[in-house]
């Protein structure tokens, strides 16, 4: 019987594994479909058993499988594969839907204009990004310390004053030094 690429390919892996038990050779493939995958584990293992040139450990090791494969030790190896395959997506899309969340965040954040602060305790909602994600909540309070603002204006505005009478006085002295000499 002749292999295909592919067959050898699973028997070289079956060999080579540290276990090469039914639920590691479904991660090795990565397929969709339960047939095409017990099928191919069946081939190689059949292939591994009729091999004249196999370790005789190797070969006690893949006689146990097959003994347990027929007892139905590995029966529930496709639904545990099924569950973390299906888990490892659901983390995939969720890394994908934040990164894509960020970004917009991000792009969001950078053209918005800052026009001045918003009402106390009043909800900033962004209807387009809730529109693209409307499993995150975007709703912010935002307070706003008006007392804080205007003393932090007044100061600024006293911190000017000063400088430019520091300016004036050292530019009238620059004058009068100018006009004694």
Not at 95 to 124: D, F, I, M, W
Not at 135 to 154: D, G, H, Y
Request: aromatic share 8%; proline share 4%; charged share 30%.
């Amino acid at each position: 019987m002749a292999l295909t690429e592919k067959d050898e390919s699973n028997v070289r892996w079956l060999l080579n594994s540290f276990n090469p038990e039914p639920l590691e050779f479904y991660r090795y493939m990565n397929r969709k479909t339960k047939h095409i995958v017990t099928s191919a584990y069946h081939c190689a293992l059949s292939v591994i058993l009729s091999a004249k040139n196999v370790n005789e450990e190797k070969i006690k090791v893949f006689k146990n499988i097959q003994q347990k494969w027929k007892d139905g030790d590995f029966k529930n190896d496709w639904n545990k594969y099924i569950a973390e395959r299906s888990a490892s997506e659901s983390v995939k899309a969720s890394h994908s839907v934040q990164r894509s969340y960020n970004c917009e965040v991000a792009s969001y954040s950078l053209k918005r204009q800052h026009s001045g602060p918003s009402t106390p305790n009043k909800p900033a909602t962004k209807p387009k990004l809730k529109q693209l994600y409307p499993q995150v909540s975007f709703t912010k309070r935002v307070k706003i310390a008006r007392e804080e603002l205007q003393n932090k204006k007044s100061e600024s505005e006293d911190l000017v004053k000063r400088q430019d009478n520091h300016n004036n006085q050292n530019l009238e002295e620059s004058e009068s030094k100018a006009q004694l000499s």
